[in-house]
């Protein structure tokens, strides 16, 4: 189980979007989900179907020493869909800071309810409420990292420094190891300013910053206003491909690849249509071109590297265009380029399939 806390004490910086879209694109690949609404709001629940108001018990209970109705995780939980679990909030979880003041261990009460938790997730998603509270260090507490949601905007770097400190009081004081990563949100390609805001923030936090972009989509608002993730709405916005691209990354950062290795045979990672695979034949060194000399940052993610968006993938730009030399044992491969935070499949391969998504994934194969 893998728990991840979404927070930024900034409001409307896209924080409910994300723990919505971002639980049905994982529950979507087949990962069993568990979204955390510990936002007083109850945008997550409603983002999700559930109507704060007619909902009987919520994560206040669950927490909570004096509520009439106290009960366990697993019993508040409410089926979204198929792998996608809601623990839904309440406006009384506002009042909680107050009745737990002189608690011992008050700062663990979220991870120890998800810790006794008996139904078995394999993410869990948190949605923060927008300050830096009481709710948002239970749920750092209980997170193995933190996505922050940075809009394309300067004044969004403003108080991501407080945030990082409590992350590192949170790791020194509670003696607990929680990573972070930037999730860039609301990017509008059609403006400049975003390109500015993008270098700015890869530049400040490297690494740190998902590889994925999430664009300005209306729909990703249109299928909150009915309480749905917009891939159930409309599964081919730019929204829901951007956020089925941020769990393909998180999947394949959280779960890597077993690595290549000498007598490895790809029969798990290709369809079954796929030719037989002469394992005696010698593998070929392929090179990859993507012809786009514009591009910031180009990377080839696919069937032979586990989708993996890292350092490994990265593509070289050498006269003008983006270029990687990769060497493969024989197999039928399917890949698909990270353009400056956009998956795109390549342009110069005719040969294409459809993916899950929607979307194409180039084909290659080798033997
Ligand atoms: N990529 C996007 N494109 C267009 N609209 C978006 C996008 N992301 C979020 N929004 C819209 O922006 C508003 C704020 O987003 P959201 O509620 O996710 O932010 P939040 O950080 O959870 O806010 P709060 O701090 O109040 O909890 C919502 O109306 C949402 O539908
Ligand atoms: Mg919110």
């Known amino acids: 189980m893998y728990v991840l806390a979404i927070a930024n004490q900034k ?36 983002g999700l179907g559930y109507d704060p108001d007619k909902i009987e018990q919520s994560i206040y209970d669950v927490l909570s020493s004096l509520s009439q109705s106290k009960t366990n995780l697993d019993s508040i939980l409410k089926e979204v869909n198929s792998n996608l679990y809601l623990a839904p909030s309440s406006i009384l979880l506002s009042t909680l800071e107050q009745e737990l003041t002189d608690e011992i261990g008050r700062e663990t009460r979220l991870w120890d309810a998800i810790s006794r938790m008996q139904t078995k997730f394999d993410y869990v998603l948190i949605d923060c409420p927008p300050n830096l509270g009481f709710l948002t260090i239970n749920a750092l507490r209980a997170a193995n990292e933190v996505l922050v949601p940075l809009e394309m ?42 390109y500015q ?40 916005c730019r929204g829901a491909k951007d956020y089925l691209s941020l769990a393909r990354e998180l999947i394949s950062r959280i779960e890597p690849p077993e690595p290549l290795s000498k007598g490895w045979t790809p029969k798990n990672r ?49 006269n003008g265009v983006w270029v990687k030399s990769m060497t493969l044992p024989p197999g039928r491969y399917r890949y698909r380029f990270v353009v400056d935070g956009r998956w795109v499949d390549d342009p110069n391969n005719p040969m294409k399939e459809k993916n899950p998504y929607g979307e194409l994934d180039s084909l290659l194969n080798i033997g």
Request: proline residues 4%; hydrophobic residues 40%; glycine residues 6%.
């Open 153 to 194: 905007s300067f004044f969004s770097f403003n108080g991501v420094n407080q945030l990082l400190d409590i992350i590192n009081l949170v790791r020194e004081r509670l003696n607990h190891n929680v990573d972070y990563r930037i999730l860039m949100t609301m990017f509008d390609s059609r403006l400049q300013y975003s």
């Open 197 to 236: 805001v993008q270098d700015a923030i890869r530049e400040r936090f490297g690494d740190k910053v998902c590889r994925t972009i999430i664009h300005v989509n209306v729909k990703l608002r249109e299928a909150a206003s009915q309480g749905r993730p917009a891939l159930y709405y409309d599964k081919y």
């Open 11 to 46: 409001g409307g910086c896209g924080k409910t979007t994300t723990a919505v879209n971002l639980s049905a694109s994982l529950a979507q690949i087949g990962k069993k989900i568990l979204v955390i609404d510990f936002d007083p709001q109850a945008h997550a629940s409603t």
């Open 270 to 318: 290709i369809s079954k249509s796929s030719p037989k695979i002469g394992r005696d034949m010698p593998a070929r060194t392929v090179e990859f071109i993507f012809p786009d000399p514009e591009a910031k940052e180009v990377f080839i993610a696919g069937d032979f590297n586990g989708w993996r968006v890292n350092e490994d993938a990265k593509l070289e730009k050498r």
